[in-house]
């Protein structure tokens, strides 16, 4: 009778395996798929066949030197017939920010209209790779504005000299360790770090007064940091309508004739084989655990008992 149970122990590891197995199975016909389906896609789906181009930029936005140059191939592409910039950023780089308003810029100065939509959030960086856009459009509730620069750095000296411990520093200049977490700013320091910010919102100051054709007077006004909401940024001039992707499309068509049922595609920095095995993995997931699951091994089970 005691040998009952051990074949009842050894059929469910079996049966466990053979899971283990088929999940293996499935994860190297759906890889070896993708890898097939990479080296059959054409080298940037993103571009080719007449449509409209979307450029999706979310999260913090950083000097990306792959997606700038996408976005000017755009713009020397025939086949692309506008630029839909889709925007949901609290913000980022200086540097970044302009390097995408200049990329954005050139694909309107081709000719090709430029459209900005604003998600739940397009500030300071965010809202400055707006400014090339023929038409903006932001939810009522978008943050968005943020026009400014900011500097931002730490000092701890009391705290080490309450520890016991002395920073030393040999510098070639007496403002080359401004700023410094190890000792407070200099006079000298600040003035010069305060140029450095004022230099880049004047950079700023003119793209607006550039893209929103208004007084300089006017918008520095309101280019003292200050969020807004999108209806606030309509009322004060700095997004052109309330809307999104829909009411952007139906300008498109409207103002510039593009057919509605023009196709939108994603401009993707990454390589085909990568946006394809990041997909597949996706998928390789999905199915594993499904079959992990029906086996018994997921989740907390993933050994035999």
Do not use: C
């Not at 283990?20 to 789906?45: K, T």
């Not at 190890?182 to 910010?197: D, H, I, K, Y």
């Amino acid at each position: 009778m005691a040998l009952e149970p051990d074949l009842l122990l050894d059929r469910r590891r079996l049966k466990r395996q053979l899971g283990f197995w088929r999940a293996a199975l499935i994860l190297g016909a759906v890889l070896g798929g993708a890898v097939l389906m990479a080296d059959s896609l054409p080298e940037n789906p993103a571009l080719g066949g007449e449509h409209i181009a979307r450029l999706p930029l979310n999260g913090t936005i950083t000097d990306n030197r792959d997606l700038v140059r996408l976005v000017e191939r755009a713009g020397r592409d025939s086949q692309v017939r506008a630029l839909l910039v889709s925007i949901d950023s609290p913000g980022g780089t200086v540097a970044g920010g302009e390097a995408l308003h200049t990329a954005i810029r050139g694909v309107r100065a081709a000719g090709k209209p430029v459209v900005a939509v604003m998600g739940g959030t397009a500030a300071s960086a965010g809202y400055m790779v707006a400014l090339p856009a023929e038409r903006i459009f932001a939810r009522e509730a978008t943050l968005t504005g943020s026009i400014g620069v900011i500097l931002q750095s730490f000092e701890v000296s009391e705290l080490m000299e309450r520890l016991g411990l002395r920073a030393e520093a040999l510098t070639s200049g007496p403002l080359k360790d401004q700023p410094s977490p190890f000792r407070p700013l200099t006079e000298q320091g600040r003035a010069s770090l305060n140029a450095v910010v004022q230099d880049m919102q004047s950079q700023f100051v003119a793209m607006v007064v550039a893209g929103r054709n208004m007084p300089e007077e006017r918008v520095r006004e309101i280019a003292d940091g200050r969020v807004m909401t999108g209806r606030q940024a309509v009322t004060l001039g700095l997004v052109d309508a309330i809307g999104g992707e829909a009411e952007a499309r139906r300008w498109l068509a409207e103002t510039h004739g593009l057919p509605a049922e023009l196709r939108l595609r994603d401009l993707d920095p990454r390589g085909t084989a990568e946006r394809v095995l990041s997909m597949a993995s996706l998928r390789l997931w999905e199915g594993a655990v499904s079959v992990l699951r029906a086996q018994g091994w997921w989740p907390g089970h993933i050994l035999p008992r």
